[in-house]
């Protein structure tokens, strides 16, 4: 009588979805957001105050919307280390267009329009000539903020008009800012492309297997492209809003943002290899890293030990999720 192998086990029901919900990555980011909150409104007397909490936002809200589109990209298997660059320059074209005496209208079409370039501009060098896009990016980075400062020098452009001051100061309702209101519309609308359309599926297709989703009919190239667009345009698009904050345009504005955004991908739970990742935990992570540097800021924190806590917090969360789906793995095997 020859020994047979012993069949799979197939248990027969899923796992239930509320140990599920508890034991996932996002709610460990809620409890650590509610943390960091206690502790900050402990830490210091102003936190709590209405206004210092809108405050808040103005720390994460521009990252946070190249992150959304960051992550995307990620999730696909490339990276865009060029975005903090984009702004850069798209806010030095604006502020070009300043002097020659553009409006409001136009100086936020030329803001959407240079992000949207650059970002095509990485797109077809990574996806048409097929060089690795961190390769790509870090030269895209030197590029485009090599021309910013080859426009401006040490100068700085200022004279924007009052109505353009709106988007990066303005207030919707009360406390909350335009920047907060378009961040939560982005956040829903990325969401439910990446978690509710066909468009989503491939993405996260061709970051787990880019071969096998070529031979399965999808179109590789021309999504990354796409991804590639969406950071720039995102770029773009906070380059309006940090240009319209500051009132002002200096080459080296934006400079280490790039650094904050991967943060906030990945501690939001995307794989930094690629394949995995949620809106919902960039959301978080970027209300999160808002809160951590508010917190620092209203402590008088300097500004070098922020970018070292930035730094130290990027190399552990890159850990921290492959040592948390393997406790999961256990917990559930």
Same mark, same amino acid.
């Given at each position: 009588?020859?020994?047979?192998?012993?069949?799979?086990?197939?248990?027969?029901?899923?796992?239930?979805?509320?140990?599920?919900?508890?034991?996932?990555?996002?709610?460990?980011?809620?409890?650590?957001?509610?943390?960091?909150?206690? *502790?900050? &409104? %402990?830490?210091?007397?102003? !936190? =709590?105050? /209405?206004?210092?909490?809108?405050?808040?936002?103005?720390?994460? #809200?521009?990252?946070?919307?190249?992150?959304?589109?960051?992550?995307?990209?990620?999730?696909?298997?490339?990276?865009?280390?060029?975005?903090?660059?984009?702004?850069?320059?798209?806010?030095?074209?604006?502020?070009?267009?300043?002097?020659?005496?553009?409006?409001?209208?136009?100086?936020?079409?030329?803001?959407?329009?240079?992000?949207?370039?650059?970002?095509?501009?990485?797109?077809?060098?990574?996806?048409?000539?097929?060089?690795?896009?961190?390769?790509?990016?870090?030269?895209?980075?030197?590029?485009?903020?090599?021309?910013?400062?080859?426009?401006?020098?040490?100068?700085?452009?200022?004279?924007?008009?009052?109505?353009?001051?709106?988007?990066?100061?303005?207030?919707?309702?009360? *406390?909350? &800012? %335009?920047?907060?209101?378009? !961040? =939560?519309? /982005?956040?829903?609308?990325?969401?439910?492309?990446?978690?509710? #359309?066909?468009?989503?599926?491939?993405?996260?297709?061709?970051?787990?297997?880019?071969?096998?989703?070529?031979?399965?009919?999808?179109?590789?190239?021309?999504?990354?492209?796409?991804?590639?667009?969406?950071?720039?345009?995102?770029?773009?698009?906070?380059?309006?809003?940090?240009?319209?904050?500051?009132?002002?345009?200096?080459?080296?504005?934006?400079?280490?943002?790039?650094?904050?955004?991967?943060?906030?991908?990945?501690?939001?739970?995307?794989?930094?290899?690629?394949?995995?990742?949620?809106?919902?935990?960039?959301?978080?992570?970027?209300?999160?890293?808002?809160?951590?540097?508010?917190?620092?800021?209203?402590?008088?924190?300097?500004?070098?030990?922020?970018?070292?806590?930035?730094?130290?917090?990027?190399?552990?969360?890159?850990? =921290?999720?492959?040592?948390?789906?393997?406790?999961?793995?256990?917990?559930?095997?």
């Amino acid at each position: 009588m020859t020994d047979t192998p012993a069949p799979h086990h197939i248990p027969d029901r899923l796992d239930n979805p509320f140990t599920a919900a508890v034991f996932s990555w996002e709610a460990l980011l809620v409890a650590v957001a509610v943390a960091i909150f206690a *502790v900050n &409104s %402990f830490a210091s007397p102003y !936190f =709590l105050d /209405a206004w210092s909490l809108s405050d808040l936002t103005f720390n994460f #809200t521009e990252k946070a919307l190249i992150a959304l589109a960051m992550a995307l990209l990620i999730i696909s298997g490339e990276i865009d280390l060029s975005v903090a660059a984009i702004i850069a320059l798209a806010s030095t074209m604006m502020g070009m267009a300043v002097q020659a005496g553009a409006g409001t209208p136009v100086l936020v079409a030329i803001g959407i329009v240079v992000g949207l370039g650059c970002g095509a501009f990485n797109g077809v060098l990574v996806t048409r000539l097929g060089l690795p896009s961190i390769v790509v990016t870090i030269g895209t980075m030197s590029l485009f903020r090599g021309i910013a400062f080859i426009i401006l020098g040490d100068q700085a452009y200022k004279g924007y008009p009052a109505s353009f001051a709106f988007f990066g100061q303005g207030y919707v309702w009360w *406390v909350v &800012s %335009f920047e907060l209101t378009l !961040f =939560l519309i /982005a956040a829903v609308v990325y969401w439910f492309l990446l978690h509710r #359309t066909s468009f989503g599926r491939r993405v996260f297709a061709i970051g787990n297997n880019p071969v096998a989703a070529q031979f399965s009919g999808v179109r590789v190239g021309r999504i990354k492209f796409i991804l590639f667009c969406l950071t720039g345009l995102m770029a773009g698009i906070a380059s309006v809003l940090i240009t319209s904050r500051l009132g002002s345009t200096r080459p080296s504005i934006a400079q280490g943002y790039e650094l904050e955004v991967i943060t906030m991908v990945v501690l939001g739970g995307v794989s930094i290899l690629g394949g995995a990742g949620s809106i919902l935990g960039v959301v978080l992570a970027a209300f999160i890293m808002g809160l951590v540097t508010f917190g620092l800021g209203l402590l008088n924190v300097p500004g070098i030990v922020m970018s070292i806590f930035i730094g130290l917090l990027l190399i552990i969360v890159i850990a =921290l999720p492959i040592l948390w789906r393997r406790v999961r793995r256990e917990r559930f095997a």
